[in-house]
């Protein structure tokens, strides 16, 4: 039907204008694209995790332990197994220390989503499986923060989710709902729970008033070196239509041209609308994270 | 849903992503993990056999020492009393076991008897009923008979009064007609006598 | 970290051993020949439920400079102990994750040319 619309009025007004005209008012302002959703939802990674060579106590080496894992999810959520594994190699002295990763030398912070962090460090050169050193001495005060338990994770999860509901929506999407939803959203995202997760989340990606829209896109860019740039960025142009990719890149980064940006290993398509891209491509956390390539 | 070439591409890139990533060692990585929790499992009941080995090797080549024999002696024997007792405790559940069948047979029978006494009970009941029914039907047309020869008697009682009263009516009519009849009788012979008086003097002078 | 009057040596000789290190990092920088372009941004550090009110609330801090590094020093600063936990809120609705950068909330949460923040012992808004 938008094409029919499309070939009628070519030869009266832009056509950009129109289509998105057009759309807003045909679709709802949800995350309502299942498929997609599903599909961001389903990624897993499969993992090699090594036993740095220094802590290795024992005569016989550990076999290397392998594991599949969610893309949204993060890794103290899924190393329990694993940790159980190699704590048996290393000096008894180390065994209550904090674990934590490093990819080729590189501490993996995390608290970052672990897809994420594969395309930061992979994203342009495919390594799977992606094989990580597992660490239980000489913790990296500097660079990684402590997690002691699994409540640190979802503590940080919470305040993440808290901060891109003010961005969205002043806030008070979150502060309406109980308790018990969100710890709906926590237990759907740890225990691999879509339609339990979404039930909730979906509130978070709803628009409200006449805005059609959020109020500001929740969006963090990541250049290689891994330093990260936040800023407010409105789904909307100023003449009201509905902002691309693009065309919030053109607005950040005024002085380089074909930028390219990477989220949930796909290269995203320039003229994608960012209140769509929001609302489907976001982590759990509510925030899309895209890595400069 | 949206349409649109980006949202194409994004699909589709996911989905090579998901192949690439996902589906391509989904399998393989399972397997393996299986394979790691076997091999685990097998080297633990793997150790623990070891030492039960070690342990039995010292009892069985030094049986002086009973240090390490010892402990391993006193097991057994813990073992073998165990053993007796479970026996015997099997031995009794299983007479208890009997002792139950039997009695669940005789009272089986018990139910059957009285099962069958309660139908021959029924039937008694309701050739009753049919008694009753019958009989209910018998008295009331005794009932009805009576009624009916209650108001024949009465009838008969109250012609029979009218008859009485007639006949005493009657009685007293010939009662009153013999009277008549007596007196007129007398006064018959009275004049009979009379006249035979009258006769007898008249012949009487005669003769003279 | 720097006074928003860079001048006033009695003000900065006044404060505790702690912030005194900082200090000599920023006289450094003002002694320096070639002066650092470095953009700072106002910060207001408001007392939220118990927590001990500071003395000076309003501070420039570099932009590049993260949040757990604003948190390490108001732990000095109220001389609280090593147990003791400090926590920072933007908004009053959400604590930002300490390797956050200070110029990341500025942009996005700043008022009035300022970011607020909300420091307290305990947890306050979860």
């Not at chain 1, 005569?59 to 190393?79: E, N």
């Not at chain 1, 000096?91 to 904090?98: K, P």
């Not at chain 2, 008979?145 to 108001?151: A, I, R, S, V």
């Not at chain 3, 200090?23 to 920088?29: D, L, M, N, P, Y």
């Amino acid at each position: 039907m938008v094409k029919k619309i499309e070939g009628l009025l070519k030869k009266y007004v832009t056509i950009d204008i129109l289509i998105d005209i057009s759309k807003s008012r045909l679709i709802g302002t949800m995350a309502n694209d299942r498929e997609v959703l599903r599909e961001i939802w389903d990624g897993k990674l499969p993992i090699c995790f090594q036993l740095a060579q220094e802590e290795i106590m024992e005569i016989q080496q550990p076999d290397p332990f392998y594991v599949m894992v969610p893309r949204l999810s993060y890794f103290p959520l899924v190393t329990d197994k694993m940790k159980r594994h190699f704590l048996r190699y290393i000096s008894q002295e180390n065994a209550d220390s904090e674990m934590w990763l490093d990819y080729n030398g590189q501490p993996l912070k995390w608290h970052y989503p672990i897809g994420f962090l594969y395309d930061l460090c992979c994203g342009n050169d495919p390594q799977l499986p992606w094989t990580l050193t597992v660490h239980f001495t000489k913790f990296p005060e500097d660079i990684l923060l402590h997690c002691p338990n699994k409540d640190v994770v979802e503590a940080h999860y919470m305040s993440t989710v808290k901060e891109a509901d003010v961005l969205k929506h002043r806030g008070q999407v979150m502060s309406t709902m109980q308790k018990k939803d969100h710890n709906q959203l926590w237990l759907g995202l740890q225990n691999d729970k879509f339609d339990q997760f979404w039930a909730i989340n979906r509130r978070l990606m709803e628009s409200h008033g006449e805005n059609e829209g959020f109020k500001h896109i929740p969006v963090k860019i990541y250049s290689d070196d891994g330093l990260c740039s936040q800023r407010l960025v409105s789904p909307k142009n100023n003449d009201g239509s509905r902002k691309t990719l693009q065309q919030m890149t053109s607005e950040l980064y005024p002085d380089k041209t074909d930028v390219k940006l990477r989220t949930h290993g796909v290269i995203i398509p320039a003229e994608t609308p960012l209140q769509w891209l929001s609302e489907h491509l976001s982590y759990p956390d509510n925030f899309l994270h895209l890595c400069l390539c | 849903m949206e349409g649109g070439e980006w949202r194409n591409s994004i699909v589709s890139q996911l989905q090579t992503r998901n192949k690439y990533e996902t589906a391509a060692f989904q399998d393989i990585i399972a397997f393996q993990s299986r394979l790691f929790d076997n091999v685990n499992t097998l080297k633990n009941e793997n150790l623990q056999l070891t030492l039960v080995n070690e342990r039995i090797r010292f009892s069985g080549t030094d049986s002086v020492i009973t240090g390490t024999g010892g402990p391993s002696n006193e097991r057994i024997q813990a073992l073998e009393q165990k053993i007796l007792v479970q026996q015997e405790e099997l031995t009794s559940l299983h007479r208890r076991r009997g002792e139950n069948a039997q009695q669940i047979m005789s009272l089986n029978e018990k139910v059957h008897d009285l099962e069958k006494q309660l139908q021959a009970k029924d039937v008694t009941i309701s050739e009753n009923t049919a008694l009753i029914a019958s009989l209910r039907a018998e008295i009331q047309m005794y009932e009805t008979n009576m009624t009916e020869l209650q108001g024949l008697n009465q009838v008969l009682r109250d012609e029979h009064q009218a008859l009485q009263i007639a006949f005493a009516a009657i009685e007293e009519k010939l009662r009153k007609a013999q009277d008549e009849n007596r007196s007129l009788v007398e006064r018959l012979i009275k004049y009979k006598a009379k006249d035979a008086d009258k006769m007898n003097e008249e012949n009487e002078h005669f003769l003279k | 970290m720097g006074d928003e009057k860079p001048s006033d040596d009695s003000q900065q000789n006044s404060l505790s051993n702690a912030t005194e290190n900082l200090k000599i990092e920023e006289q450094k920088e003002n002694g320096d020949a070639a002066k650092t372009d470095k953009v700072k941004i106002d910060i207001l550090l408001k007392a939220t439920g118990n927590a001990p009110i500071m003395k000076k609330k309003k501070w420039a801090v570099d932009a590049e400079k993260p949040i757990g590094w604003i948190m390490e020093f108001v732990k000095k600063y109220l001389k609280l102990e090593p147990d003791e936990k400090l926590f920072l809120y933007v908004n009053q609705t959400f604590a930002p994750s300490p390797d956050q950068i200070v110029r990341n909330l500025y942009e996005c949460f700043g008022t009035d040319g300022k970011l607020v923040l909300h420091y307290c012992k305990t947890q306050a808004w979860g």
